[in-house]
DNA sequence: GTCTATACTCAGATAGAC
DNA sequence: GTCTATCTGAGTATAGAC
């Protein structure tokens, strides 16, 4: 629970960390057995049990972490940028960025059936960075910058061709690089909530 | 693999497949043993090993079963309908109508993450339903009713927001049901490709 | 075809030396 | 803090009676 949102270099616990999602990613969370992390990151199992209560609390950190950083990201989108066009395209970039330079984590992030290895973790979708998106799309329609709509649809509208797109990338069904299709979603998410 | 596409009704084969479907989307596949199934079915374990080659088959069964369905009804939209329009609306219907008739199965179909129990099994993409889907929306920009634009990107965004919704759903996270929010998704996924 | 009993493997977790 | 060795239970799958 204490997450190494800090840093993230040399010492076991970031090596564990990071072999984890590795695997995680590879071959799934039930696939990938606590003996694997110790082979793949030449540890001792002593060791990953000395920094994690259990295979599920790696899990969970790892989660954690990327439920921090993205809550991060989208203050920081909120509070750089006014109008929820500029927001809007900020999301999506954010997203294909996350999925260009950590596919894992956005792996993670897309496939992970949490609730199969964290029981009594609450859903993704009401996690800290949706709602930011979700207020910052009730604000559009507040302000009249979209149409006048539920948050939670126009929300889903925004991102989800994104996130389709990004799922295809991560099943290696793309013939180019993600970042190619980025203005051709963009143009569309805009379209389908713009007023 | 001669999967019971056909009756449904009280023999034991249809009786553990709808037993297992009904766990895995509870639980998940990783966390449904066998066992689990043989006591919620009230069947023996030499019954399910008899009708089914190994857990992996039974997964195997549920997904070429939800696959062949799909595939029909794509193949039905493309006959019944002419317009691009027509046809989307119509794959929007269908989505939200198995996951209010079906959510099991549409739970299967979004969240499964098919590779980890299926190792050799394509990435469902690239399954016939969903290259129909495609292909529709290819003649759609050939003719010009829909922007000139990847067929890819434009199918993407015209189911993103509904899946989307659908997952939301399927997380309790709509205040009202499902169908409450097709019209808007409609809207939406329509605006974001339409000419 | 349906059942029970059981074999076998392996994952998760712990104990305790260094 | 890091390690090795080991325990324990669960889960898949099989054998073989009826």
Redesign the interface.
Known sequence: MTAPVKKRSQDLESLIFETALKLFTE?????TSVHDIQKEANVSIGSIYHYFKNKEAIARAIYNDLIVHMERAMVEIRNTHQTTQDRGRAVINYLFDLAEKAPDKMHYLL???H??FMPEEK?I??SAPFAIIREMIGEGVEKGEIRN??P???S??L???????I??DL????EKPISH?LE??WE??W???KK
Chains 1, 2 share one sequence.
Not at 159 to 165: C, S, T, V
């Open positions: 071959k799934g969370y039930f696939n496939y992970a059936t609730k199969e859903s979708c009401s709509m539920d939670l649809v126009a889903a509208c991102i989800g061709g994104a996130l389709r797109i799922r295809l099943d290696e069904f793309l299709y051709e979603i569309c998410s379209a389908s909530i």
